[in-house]
């Protein structure tokens, strides 16, 4: 996925189940996290081990789920904080602090290891490489999807602007068109924008549904797919060959993760709330981002048994640079984002508050 703001930030407001909140007063989506940490490292096994036998292309299938659930939990998360806090510019501002500082610093260092022109250069920097991909390297490949993400942000800021926030039972249209639009001409996806974000607005439309925008009906009948079903079905769905059938896989995702989201049997996913899988969650935006460099030459080369023994020293890199850049990097740049942010709306606020006075 990101991609998007941690899943272990609070998300505010009253979840639509009880069953949703982790123990101990935690007003954090517990499952979220776990489900978070399940697609960055099935999208880390895919890049750097082999699983499995090639003619299986189980290493496709893992990391075409690994983005299916990261997708799905980052349209979730977005149209949450925008329904929570209502503030288009502080929404972008945040957005701004959490995903560029790092991607942007990726991009330099590898820009200068690779000594790339300034197409690269352009199209990196503004999030167009899933349209520019001739500017694509082999250590940013992955970054295709952050544009996804980005380009939705734009979308999804602009549209609630626009509407002045009255455009959130626009999205479930929204994902129906570019469902269609998948459906028809790029069921296996490609990384462009407009044949991978029906994936992402799937979790915009859980939202709805967790909001209870629908009413009830709908989070009964997701209670009522066997959990087990839909796994099997995404995984069935994020194969290659199954051809037209993996257009079906955002929708699988936000169904398989509703099914955990609504239950009010909160102990049966408890295992999604483990520590380290929280922590997983936390790190994951660097470990997305920084895992293609850690595989980048010596560490990258030889035969495949002397290349794959080095993938625990690329392990150990990956986890370790993910560490230091999530809280001596990220968590500055997040919270001084989140500082201004809330300057904005503390502004805004007060302009509401003061035209109430005026008014009475």
Known sequence: MTTVEATSNAIDGQPAVAGSRAGGGDNRLFVLDGWRAISILL??????????????????????????????????LITQQLHARRNVPAFFV??????????????????L???TGPRAWIAHLLFVINYDQHAITEVTSHFWSLCVEVHFYCFIGLLMAVTRFRGFRVLPLAWLIMFVVRIVWAPLGTIETHYRVDEILSGACLALVYLGYFGARP??????LPFPALLLILVATCHPATGA??????????????????TRDAARFQWLGHRVLRYVAEISYALYVIHPLTRYGWLGSGPALVKYSKRVLTFFLTFGLAHLSTFRFERPCTAFGKRLASRIEGRALARIATADVIRA
């Open 43 to 76: 999208v880390l096994a895919t890049h750097l081990l082999p699983l499995g036998p090639k003619r299986l292309q189980l290493n496709v299938t893992s990391g075409t789920m690994g983005m299916s659930l990261f997708f799905t939990l980052s349209g979730f």
């Open 94 to 111: 945040r957005r701004l602090f959490r995903i560029v500082p790092l991607a942007w610093a990726y991009t330099v260092v590898v820009m």
């Open 113 to 115: 290891l690779l000594r």
């Open 219 to 224: 989070q009964a009948f997701i209670l009522r």
């Open 245 to 262: 059938v993996n257009g079906f896989r955002g929708l699988i995702a936000s169904l398989l993760v509703g099914h955990t989201l609504f």
